[in-house]
């Protein structure tokens, strides 16, 4: 399991950097997706990278304000200009674990004056 860390409270416009941590392993083999989850509301996609050539997806609530990023051990999601719809748990998750429902330790962000 993936654990992210970094979320905290933050003023609208503010910035967040989350981090997870994973394996080298984990990150040679597999993509790593970054989602979220905000009380009352389904799980959604936020952003993800893949282990092979790099791509990236954004989903277009996103688009423009976070940046996904990866070095040989974490991946990171830079999150600037945040709104409250911002506020939720954040996930990070491989696409094996996301099939099998298996979600590690999110990290709370909270958009708020």
């Known amino acids: 399991q993936l654990q992210a860390s970094g979320g905290g409270l933050v003023q609208p416009g503010g910035s967040l950097r989350l981090t997870c941590a994973t394996s080298g392993f984990t990150l040679d083999y597999y993509a790593i997706g970054w989602f979220r989850q905000a009380p009352g509301k389904e799980r959604e996609g936020v952003s993800c990278?893949?282990?092979?050539?790099?791509s990236i997806y954004y989903a277009d609530s996103v688009k423009g304000r976070f940046t996904i990023s990866k070095d040989n051990a974490n991946v990171y999601l830079q999150m600037n200009s945040l709104k409250p719809e911002d506020t939720a748990v954040y996930y990070c998750?491989?696409?094996?674990?996301?099939?099998?429902?298996?979600w590690g330790r999110g990290t709370q962000v909270t958009v708020s004056s």
């Open positions: 990278i893949s282990s092979k050539d790099g």
């Open positions: 998750n491989t696409p094996n674990d996301q099939a099998r429902g298996i």
